[in-house]
């Protein structure tokens, strides 16, 4: 699938959605729940395929200002967001040749403009305060206006049935476990380099792979996919529900570009049969 989001998303799943929508069975299902929603993309392409359905789609993430974002775009203030954006490149662009302001204006404007702020510095997500070289200047900040309505997620989160949350997962997942609901988890790995993350109250992801497994799988009401990384702590905590289950290669680039692209191997589990 190609980039639905309205910035490049570390940990997007658009590469690999469609091999895991053949894994899932919505069958009886009306709620389409992610608790670690990110760019959401599973749940956009739920939508993409299924426009005849009138599924209601639970969105979370303990980013707040992930969550505050997709508010914003789904309250049609897609405009505002995208002016705001276009008027702060132009202004950078005025000193292409004096670096050291232009990274003034950058930082500035991220640390000052709320969730606008955070849109630019994940839209120009290569230049970093630390790292403001010139080869990525005039491909960031450049005439070209960005429109952002114009990207795929708009659409969904402005037309589908959406409620979008930014609290603990495992208290989203609590909430909605019954028989009427599907949830994709796509949480931080265990055992990886994107491994157990915590939102500013130190609230940590890791544990919702102890809820699960003291609880099992098999034990949730709702219909339960994961989509995670096949390493060995995976294959341990859940090996009585990867009989059948076929992984499948993924390259990924690591949080530090320096480091390039790594090769491993995705895997899906779930509670129910397809």
């Known amino acids: 699938m190609k980039n639905h989001f309205i910035y490049s998303y570390f940990g997007n799943k658009r590469q690999e959605v469609e091999h895991i929508y053949n894994n899932i069975n919505l069958d009886g299902i009306n709620t389409i729940i992610e608790p670690f929603c990110g760019s959401c993309s599973l749940s956009y392409y739920i939508w993409s395929q299924n426009k005849d359905k009138d599924y209601k789609y639970i969105l979370n993430d303990l980013d707040y200002k992930l969550i505050g ?53 994940y839209k120009c997500y290569r230049i970093r305060p630390a790292l403001f070289p010139n080869k990525d200047f005039k491909r960031h900040f450049n005439d070209k206006k960005i429109n952002l309505s114009t990207c795929p997620i708009v659409e969904f989160l402005t037309t589908a049935n959406i409620e979008l949350y930014n609290e603990d ?21 265990i055992a990886s380099c994107n491994n157990f993350y915590s939102n500013d109250n ?19 009401k709702s219909k339960i996919l994961i989509c995670h990384e096949n390493n060995w702590l995976f ?40």
């Open 69 to 121: 974002l997709l508010r914003l775009i789904k309250e049609g203030k897609c405009k505002e967001l995208e002016d705001g954006l276009n008027d702060i490149r132009q202004e950078i662009l005025k000193y292409e040749n004096d670096m050291i302001k232009a990274k003034e204006i950058y930082i500035n404007y991220i640390k000052n403009n709320g969730l606008k702020g955070y849109l630019l510095s």
């Open 169 to 189: 997962g495992n208290k989203i997942i609590e909430k909605y476990d019954n028989d009427k609901t599907f949830i994709f988890l796509d949480p931080p790995y």
């Open 202 to 220: 130190n609230d940590n992801t890791g544990n919702i792979y102890e809820m699960i497994t003291n609880k099992g799988l098999n034990n949730f």
């Open 235 to 274: 294959k341990i905590l859940f090996r009585d529900y990867l009989e059948g289950e076929t992984e499948y290669n993924k390259k990924y680039q690591y949080t530090t570009p320096k480091k390039g692209k790594k090769d491993t191997s995705h895997i899906c589990v779930k509670n129910y049969k397809i």
